[in-house]
C-alpha cells in the first residue's frame, strides 16, 4: 500500500513538472511584425552643396514591434545602389519613426556606394525590421534620384620625386572630406622619400611612426616600396598609410616594357574627376594599347581619337616618351577618349 502511495506521488510529481515545462514553453513564443510601409517626402534630391546642413527628404516608416514575450527588436534602413540587390549596403540604425538625412549626407552616401560625381544615380532604401539574422523582414523598396557633387578635400605629398616643393606636390583627394585621401603618385628610382602635408607649406607635415602609422611629429620620412605608379591611401582619422597598385588605365603592348602580359600603370590626375592620366615611360617598335583595370573589358585604341576596341596604337621610333590619356565617359561608361605622345 505504502508503496502504491509513493509511486502514485511521482506520478503526480512528473506530471506537474512536464505541466510547468510546457508552461514556460508557451511563455517564451514571441511575435514580430513585420516590417511597415516605407514612405519618402521626395523621391527626386536637388543636391547642392551651399544646402548641405538642410534636410535632403525625409523618410517616414513605422518601428516593429513584438508582441507575447517580448524582446527587443532593431529597425534599420538599408540604402544601395538601384541594381545591386542590396549586396553591399550602408545601413543606419534607427530608433524614431522619421529619419531626415540633410544634403551632405546624401551626397557622402551614394559616393560611399560608388556614386560618380556629376552623373546622375538612383538610391534604393528599404526598411530591415527583426530581432536576429533569421527572423528578418524587409518593406516595401523605395528610390531616391540625384546627381552627387565633388565634395572634396585634399592632402599634398611632396617628396624626392618632384624636388621637395609643397607648392607644386601631387595632391591626394577625399571625395567626401571623411578623413581618408588616396590618389596616385609616380615615383622614381632613387626619389622614394616623401612627406604629407595639410596644406601646400611645410607649416605641417606627416612623417613615418613605424608600422603603417603617420605623425606629425614624426623626423623621418616616408618611402615608397617602389619606384613605379602607386596608390596611396592615407588616413588621417587613423593616421594610417597604405601603399597599393593601382587598377585604372594603363599601357599594355609589345611596344612597352612590360610587353602584353604586363600593364604599365599610367597616374590620374587627383582631381577626382578620373578622366586625365598621364605617363612617362620608354617606348620600342612595336604596339599598343590603352585599357582599364588590367584588363580587356574596357580598352582604347585607334587614332588621334580614340575608341573602345579600337585598333593598336604603332611606335615606330624608339625612345622615352610623355603619354597623356583624357578619357570620355556617358555618365559612368568609357564611351572613347584622346591621347597625345610626345617624344623627350
Known sequence: MKSLFFKSLAICFIALSLWSCKKDETRTVSNIGAAGTLTASTTTINLVQSNGTLAAVTLTYPLATSTGYVVPVNTTLQFALKGTNFATPREVVVTTKTYAPTITEVNNMILALGGVVGAPAQVEVRLKSGAAANDLTYSNIV???????LASAWVYAPGAYQGWN???????????????????????????????????????????????????SAGDNLKSPDAIVKQVTVDLNKNTIVFGTPNEWSLIGDATLGGWNNDTDM???????????????????????FRFGHAWDVNLGGGANLTTGGDNIKVTVPGTYTITLTV??????????????VKN
Open 328 to 341: 570620355i565617359k556617358t555618365g559612368d561608361k568609357v564611351t572613347g577618349g584622346t591621347y597625345t605622345i
Open 143 to 149: 528610390t531616391l534620384s540625384a546627381t552627387p557633387y
Open 166 to 216: 609643397p607648392s607644386t606636390a601631387d595632391s591626394l583627394i577625399s571625395l567626401s572630406s571623411n578623413g581618408i585621401y588616396t590618389g596616385m603618385i609616380a615615383y622614381t628610382a632613387g626619389n622614394l622619400e616623401f612627406k604629407i602635408t595639410p596644406a601646400k607649406k611645410w607649416d605641417v607635415a606627416y612623417g613615418d611612426a613605424g608600422g603603417g602609422k603617420i605623425s606629425s
Open 267 to 289: 597616374k590620374g590626375v587627383n582631381n577626382g574627376k578620373f578622366t586625365v592620366y598621364s605617363l612617362q615611360t620608354t617606348l620600342g617598335v612595336g604596339e599598343f594599347k
